[in-house]
């Protein structure tokens, strides 16, 4: 069998056009909205967007730890970038810094989905990066995270703040640890699925996994197992566990498999009207 140059060039570029056609298209890196996430604008962004008086800087950690076998271990950077776009949005006077992935926890070979900073590691990071931010020209800094490690009075967060905001307060520059976006939302979140008969959840359970169901849909959770995520479920407020009962361990603490992406949108709403609420009131009182 012959074949003319015509054929044989057609021939030989056919795997790679249908590798083409294949190929996903690239993503999206930016997202819609106001600029306000400092990793995507350029440098005369940022020194524009400091000149128009946006100069609080929210610097908001993340954290990459196993979320249960439905979702994926990045869940607390995924809804930390969410959330602090929002916030920045919301409040219209501030830029949301790069998200840290990395917050107070412990990696296991059991579930190997995490990987983790000491409280004091935290404490340094937090403390470079306020105070690199006040270099560069922000005059409000905002500490707050997505993770359970490193938060509380006694925490990384709070100590963090206190110490800078003592050694720039002078100066009119202000360091704050905004709790409410974490423990206060949280905690009214609970009461809310107890007020709709749903189990309150803690580790990967109902508010992680709708959450993430809201967000990223089957990118950010396997839907599939939603049904089965049923882990360890704790006694009750003034019960005592069954020493002899078996335990579940597979990173779910409670039962999420009632999550919808509805009851994550309502978590995520809370987030954002609790932190805006509470970086308002710091904003306030530094007039």
């Excluded at 100066?171 to 979140?189: L, N, P, R, S, W």
């Amino acid at each position: 069998m012959t074949y003319s140059l015509a054929t044989t060039i057609a021939l030989l570029a056919l795997p790679a056009s249908l590798a083409l056609a294949q190929r996903p298209a690239a993503p999206t890196v930016r997202s819609k909205g106001p600029l306000v996430e400092f990793e995507m604008m350029t440098w005369p962004e940022v020194k524009q967007a400091l000149a128009a008086g946006k100069t609080t800087a929210l610097i908001y950690t993340g954290g990459t730890e196993q979320r249960g076998p439905q979702n994926v271990n990045g869940g607390h950077n995924i809804m930390g970038r969410a959330i602090v776009k929002e916030i920045a949005i919301q409040l219209g006077n501030a830029i949301a810094m790069p998200v840290l992935p990395y917050t107070p926890n412990n990696a296991s070979a059991t579930l190997p989905g995490t990987i983790g900073l000491t409280p004091d590691l935290l404490g340094a990071v937090l403390e470079r990066v306020a105070e690199q931010s006040i270099v560069t020209g922000f005059k409000t800094i905002i500490l707050m995270g997505d993770h359970g490690g490193g938060q509380g009075a006694k925490g990384p967060y709070a100590d963090v703040a206190a110490k800078l905001e003592a050694k720039y307060a002078a100066q009119g520059i202000h360091v704050f640890y905004c709790d409410e976006v974490y423990a206060k939302a949280q905690g009214d979140f609970d009461v809310y699925l107890k007020s709709k008969n749903l189990p309150v959840s803690g580790h990967a359970g109902i508010p992680d996994t709708g959450e993430l169901m809201y967000l990223c849909g089957a990118e950010c959770v396997r839907l599939e197992l939603v049904k089965d995520a049923l882990g360890d479920v704790p006694p009750a407020p003034g019960e005592t566990r069954d020493p002899n009962a078996p335990r579940k361990n597979n990173g779910i603490s409670g039962d999420g498999r009632k999550a919808t992406a509805e009851l994550g949108k309502k978590q995520f709403d809370i987030k954002i009207e609790y932190g805006v609420r509470q970086i308002k009131a710091f904003q306030a009182g530094t007039k």
